[in-house]
């Protein structure tokens, strides 16, 4: 393989995975709790797709409204019924109470759906753009496009809209959202329902182009955390620069030290990252500018 | 040269744009007490970070008996001799006020063994007025407590240097006359003393000798009654009473 | 909540009933393979694994405050060293015993001391990691079989492994409550309250922290070691089993952080829940445990040890109030 060829996929990787860290981002950002159960919202994304797909033929492409619905729904359910109790405790039983609710929705999934590998087969599968030597397949085309574009989005939702200012505002000052009316309880429902739609939407794209199964998750959650390090803490610029490069670590790590270890690698990068710069490589906080905005 | 026992070499340090502590020298002698002044946002306490090792400075050098601290880290200087208060109190919040100084009896200058450093944990507790309290969480302990326990748990380390960040804030005035003997004490069995003090009762009653610090510079080092008499330390003061004043008048 | 403030008058009337009681069990449990069923000396063989591995986290996790949460690495460390010493260069058992508590005491200490820089959230996920990249080394390695797993030469009777188990437990005991009273202990409590001031008192914060975090690796990696001669047989997905980091951290909390035999309790109660669903739902015991971590957390964040210091106030109300205490 060419190292053009190369390039190209870790760009279509990176997309994916920005999206696959923009949600788990956005509830770290607001609300300082890492949710390790974000990688099995990604997996119900993916079986989503993967029943519409199977039982009614529906494009996984077109099951993404359906599939973010849904994990909305999910999350702002288990935000006001768990979550929401649990924010402003210690490190560690945010940690313990999302990781109960990956084991949880895991083996719920295991029983639902048995630990068979599922993949999506749709009649483009395979197929692509051919440039000579080089192959862009379409579905990580689309799926880069996708990726992309809901980034989008959730940036001008977070930037341009009033409910997205008052999300920030959570994040940035407690006491003085709620001073200006805002509820606190239903943005953070809002919050975590938006990252898990997004996760959900993450689920949807990959199942173009991954096995599925219900232990997918926790490898996808891993790697939330480590591109959230590496382009810097809840926001979406870090999300997307942190994805991007996180697609060539994990393209050049296996071509250079071999397949089967790309968890490792994640973790060797993350550790570094994390010892040498704290505060990641850039990226400006879902909070920061609110301030501004606020005073204005 | 004659070693003092602490000196500063035009050490600098910097928070961004501003310049907390400014090309600062001074040395203190054993058996010293200094007293160390200025107005709010001086530079008082980066100072004493910076000698314990809690922040390192961008520039100068530090020296504890004529050899280099500059670069250690904190616990090796508290095991040289050093120790402090802090001003914003930070108490081992859910050990017992005694576990919390037998930390100190344990490590820093003394190292005791267990035994011993329960002995002058107790010892130590006795002094400073805080015995009736060894076994209750340091969480419940009063302000003025906690300054306390401050002080004992710096003092279990068997300092030969103690700085004392506004170690009598928020006590009253017999409180504070109880500060000043113990201190005086400490003073007589051979410590060393910088004193960090807005009460100005407190710093003519026990030091000899007062350093100014303003906006990060050092203007003034010597007597009490010089430096009262200084007209830049004047002009330090004055300033910043007469902007409270006129602050007060605002409202 | 965490300091245990009981009246002098209270301890000197109850200690001793509660010291002979322990005594009496610990007499018990030494009878169990004489006397009980296959089941029980299988049960509580895990359940004394689990309670040295809770005992190894509470060393870092509730003396130090270092929320540790990759733990089961140096347990499947210690599982390989002992697989790979006895099947690959035919070591007896006791030398691989050996090496597979020192290797991961070795390895902590290693890494330990560029990773408990880190706080919080990241020191968490810094540790998981470690886990995580051991159990892929392990799974791309010939000399630990690759994804293939390892067996061990077939052992002595089940009741050897259950007092080994059995000891490991007691050694664990041991061990903290040494610890409590050792100058290590007492500087591991001051980091955890407060690591600046433990550092300007002369405590050596990275060392005692990376001999804590050192100790509880080495007594995850001698339960590994033990299990993996046990079970006869390991693989990476077994020992590396990431649900075991909960595990361990919610028998702590159940229990009571920070305290002495907390950890142990805690292993009781959650694996004897988890075993009896185990053996009646073997599908959907995991469901079950997910649920319970929930719950655990979410009404008894201070466990039992918490629940007896509020003893004369214990009421339905306190887990009310527990339930709110941090709601937003
Ligand atoms: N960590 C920090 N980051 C940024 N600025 C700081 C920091 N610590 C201190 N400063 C600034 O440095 C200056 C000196 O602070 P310092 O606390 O040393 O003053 P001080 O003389 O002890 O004042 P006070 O009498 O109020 O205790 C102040 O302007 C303060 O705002
Ligand atoms: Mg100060």
């Known amino acids: 393989m060419t190292t053009v060829q190369q390039i190209i996929n870790a760009l279509l990787l990176g997309g994916l995975l920005a999206l696959v860290a923009l949600g788990f981002s956005l509830v770290w950002g607001i609300m300082n709790v890492i949710n390790l159960a974000h990688g099995t919202f990604i997996m119900l994304g993916a079986y989503t797709a993967y029943w519409m797909f199977s039982l009614w033929g529906v494009d996984p492409f077109l099951s993404i409204p359906v599939a973010m619905l849904l994990l909305f729904v999910l999350g702002a359910i288990l935000q006001v019924s768990v979550i929401n109790f649990i924010v402003r405790a210690p490190v560690l039983a945010t940690l313990l109470v999302t990781f109960g609710l990956e084991i949880l929705i895991t083996n719920i999934a295991l029983k639902l759906w048995t630990a068979d590998v599922r993949s999506v087969q749709t009649h483009y599968a395979g197929r692509g753009i051919a440039l000579g030597s080089l192959s862009i397949p379409y579905n990580k ?65 990959i199942s173009t182009t991954s096995a599925i199964t219900p232990m997918m998750g926790s490898s996808y959650t891993i790697r939330a955390f480590a591109i959230c390090v590496l382009g810097g803490l809840g926001s979406v610029t870090g999300a997307l620069v942190g994805g991007l490069l996180f697609g060539f670590i994990e393209v050049f790590g296996v071509v250079w030290i071999g397949p089967g270890y790309s968890d490792a690698i994640v973790f060797l990068v993350l550790v570094l990252v994390l010892i040498m710069r704290p505060q990641g490589i850039l990226g400006r906080a879902f909070s920061a500018g609110v301030q501004e905005a606020g005073g204005a | 040269m004659s070693d003092a026992l602490l000196r500063l070499d035009h050490v600098t340090r910097r928070f961004g744009g501003l310049v907390a502590v400014n090309d600062v020298s001074f040395s203190v002698d054993e058996g010293e007490i200094v007293g160390l002044i200025g107005p709010n946002g001086a530079g008082k306490t980066t100072v004493v970070d910076l000698v ?49 100084v037998v930390v100190g009896a344990l490590y820093g200058h003394g190292r005791a063994p267990m035994r011993e450093a329960r002995r002058l944990a107790d010892e130590v507790l006795e002094m400073v007025g805080l015995a009736h309290r060894a076994a209750s969480p340091a969480i419940t302990l009063t302000v003025a407590d906690r300054k306390r326990l401050e002080l004992a748990r710096a003092l279990a380390t068997r300092p030969r240097l103690l700085l004392l960040d506004e170690a009598m804030a928020g006590l009253n005035a017999t409180e504070v006359d109880e500060a000043m003997e113990v201190i005086r004490r400490v003073h007589a069995s051979g410590v060393t003393l910088v004193v960090i003090e807005h009460v100005m009762r407190a710093i003519m009653g026990l030091c000899r000798r007062v350093l100014v610090l303003e906006a990060g510079r050092l203007i003034a080092d010597g007597g009490p009654e010089t430096v009262a008499r200084d007209p830049e330390v004047i002009r330090a003061y004055l300033g910043q009473r007469w902007a409270e004043r006129q602050e007060a008048g605002r409202d | 909540m965490t300091a245990l403030a009981v009246p002098a008058a209270v301890r000197r009337l109850v200690m001793p009933a509660w010291y002979g009681a322990l005594v009496l069990a610990c007499v018990y449990l030494a009878l169990i393979p004489t006397i009980g069923t296959g089941y029980w000396v299988r049960t509580l063989t895990f359940i004394f694994m689990f309670a040295v591995l809770a005992a190894g986290w509470n060393l870092i996790g509730g003396f130090a405050g270092y929320a540790a949460f990759g733990q089961v690495g140096w347990f499947g460390m210690g599982a390989y060293s002992v697989a790979v010493a006895m099947s690959k260069w035919h070591w007896p058992f006791y030398p691989a015993l050996a090496l597979g508590t020192a290797l991961p005491a070795a390895a902590a200490l290693a890494v330990g001391l560029p990773v408990l820089r880190l706080r919080g959230h990241y020191f968490a996920i810094a540790t998981l990691g470690i886990a995580i990249t051991l159990r892929e080394l392990v799974n791309n390695f010939d000399l630990t079989g690759a994804g293939s797993g390892l067996s061990t030469p077939l052992g002595p009777s089940f009741s050897y492994y259950y007092y080994l188990m059995f000891g490991a437990m007691l050694l664990a005991v041991a061990v903290t409550w040494m610890l409590r009273r050792s100058r290590l202990g007492y500087a591991l409590l001051a980091i955890r309250e407060n690591e600046s001031a433990a550092a300007t008192l002369g405590v050596n914060t990275t060392l005692a922290k990376a001999a804590a975090f050192a100790i509880s690796a080495a007594l995850a990696g001698l339960v590994g070691a033990i299990y993996a001669y046990w079970t006869a047989f390991i693989d990476p997905s077994t020992v590396f089993d990431l649900t075991f980091n909960v595990r361990m951290i919610v028998m702590v909390i159940l229990g009571g952080t920070g305290t002495i035999l907390g950890p142990v309790i805690g292993a009781f109660l959650l694996e004897g829940i988890s075993q009896t669903l185990w053996s009646s739902f073997p599908a959907e015991h995991l469901i079950f445990f997910g649920i319970a971590v929930v719950l655990i957390v979410l009404f008894v964040p201070a466990g039992l040890s918490g629940l007896l210091l509020e003893l004369r106030t214990l009421s339905p109300r306190l887990f009310v109030r527990n339930l709110l205490r941090y709601r937003v």
């Open chain 1, 141 to 205: 085309l689309g799926a880069l496009v996708l990726a992309l574009i809901i980034t989008a989005l959730l940036w001008l939702f977070l930037e341009r809209t009033k409910l997205g200012r008052a999300i920030r505002a959570t994040a940035y000052d407690q006491v003085g959202a709620r001073a200006v009316g805002i509820n606190i309880g239903r943005m953070y429902a809002l919050t975590f329902g938006i990252g898990a739609a997004l996760a959900g939407a993450a689920g949807a794209l």
């Open chain 2, 52 to 100: 314990t090792g809690v922040q390192r400075p961008q520039g100068g050098e530090i020296f504890l008996d004529g050899g280099r601290v500059t670069a250690l880290p904190a616990h090796r200087r508290s095991r040289m001799g050093m120790a402090r208060t802090f001003q914003v109190v930070r108490p081992f919040a859910h050990l017992p006020v005694r576990d919390n």
